[in-house]
Protein backbone atom coordinates (compact mmCIF):
# COMPACT_ATOMS: atom_id res chain seq x y z
CA UNK A 1 0.00 0.00 0.00
CA UNK A 2 1.42 3.55 -0.33
CA UNK A 3 1.61 6.03 1.70
CA UNK A 4 -1.34 7.91 3.57
CA UNK A 5 -2.64 11.18 1.70
CA UNK A 6 -2.02 14.47 3.56
CA UNK A 7 -6.45 14.22 3.86
CA UNK A 8 -5.99 10.99 4.99
CA UNK A 9 -3.81 11.77 7.66
CA UNK A 10 -5.91 14.97 8.59
CA UNK A 11 -8.66 13.16 8.77
CA UNK A 12 -7.58 10.05 11.01
CA UNK A 13 -6.09 12.58 13.40
CA UNK A 14 -9.50 14.64 13.41
CA UNK A 15 -11.27 11.09 14.08
CA UNK A 16 -8.91 10.30 16.85
CA UNK A 17 -9.26 13.10 18.64
CA UNK A 18 -13.07 13.83 18.45
CA UNK A 19 -13.14 10.46 19.39
CA UNK A 20 -11.68 10.62 22.84
CA UNK A 21 -13.36 13.90 23.42
CA UNK A 22 -17.07 12.04 23.62
CA UNK A 23 -15.30 8.93 25.34
CA UNK A 24 -14.78 11.07 27.99
CA UNK A 25 -17.82 13.53 28.02
CA UNK A 26 -20.90 12.68 27.23
CA UNK A 27 -21.40 14.78 23.98
CA UNK A 28 -24.70 16.91 25.43
CA UNK A 29 -22.44 18.11 27.49
CA UNK A 30 -19.36 19.33 25.59
CA UNK A 31 -20.22 23.33 25.25
CA UNK A 32 -17.65 23.61 22.34
CA UNK A 33 -14.59 21.71 20.82
CA UNK A 34 -12.12 22.79 18.48
CA UNK A 35 -9.85 20.40 16.50
CA UNK A 36 -7.31 21.58 14.25
CA UNK A 37 -5.00 19.22 11.91
CA UNK A 38 -2.45 20.72 9.76
CA UNK A 39 -0.26 17.63 7.82
CA UNK A 40 2.31 19.37 5.77
CA UNK A 41 6.00 18.59 4.47
CA UNK A 42 5.78 14.81 7.42
CA UNK A 43 5.23 17.17 10.25
CA UNK A 44 1.96 16.75 11.96
CA UNK A 45 0.51 19.24 13.95
CA UNK A 46 -2.79 18.66 16.52
CA UNK A 47 -4.82 21.49 18.77
CA UNK A 48 -7.14 20.65 20.45
CA UNK A 49 -9.46 22.57 22.58
CA UNK A 50 -12.61 21.62 24.40
CA UNK A 51 -14.95 23.66 27.14
CA UNK A 52 -16.49 20.77 28.66
CA UNK A 53 -18.86 20.79 31.43
CA UNK A 54 -18.93 23.38 34.17
CA UNK A 55 -18.12 20.30 36.98
CA UNK A 56 -14.74 18.94 34.76
CA UNK A 57 -12.00 19.63 36.41
CA UNK A 58 -10.08 17.73 33.56
CA UNK A 59 -10.93 19.30 30.30
CA UNK A 60 -6.94 20.44 29.82
CA UNK A 61 -6.24 16.75 30.20
CA UNK A 62 -8.81 15.56 27.92
CA UNK A 63 -7.41 18.11 25.27
CA UNK A 64 -3.70 16.98 26.03
CA UNK A 65 -5.09 13.24 25.67
CA UNK A 66 -6.59 13.64 22.45
CA UNK A 67 -3.76 15.25 20.95
CA UNK A 68 -1.71 12.31 21.92
CA UNK A 69 -4.48 10.13 20.79
CA UNK A 70 -4.52 11.91 17.05
CA UNK A 71 -0.92 11.34 16.72
CA UNK A 72 -0.80 7.99 17.56
CA UNK A 73 -3.46 7.25 14.80
CA UNK A 74 -1.53 8.84 12.79
CA UNK A 75 1.49 6.34 13.81
CA UNK A 76 -0.80 3.67 13.39
CA UNK A 77 -2.11 4.78 9.96
CA UNK A 78 1.58 4.61 8.62
CA UNK A 79 2.73 1.52 10.81
CA UNK A 80 -0.36 -0.11 8.66
CA UNK A 81 0.91 1.23 5.09
CA UNK A 82 4.14 0.57 5.82
CA UNK A 83 3.48 -3.78 6.42
CA UNK A 84 1.23 -3.93 3.14
Known amino acids: MSQPTDEEVVETAAEAAEGLIFARFKQSRVKDFDV ?11 DVYVNAPDDADDAEA ?3 E ?5 QEAVDE ?8
Open 77 to 84: LFAAADEE
Open 62 to 64: VAE
Open 66 to 70: AALTA
Open 36 to 46: TVTFEDGVLDV
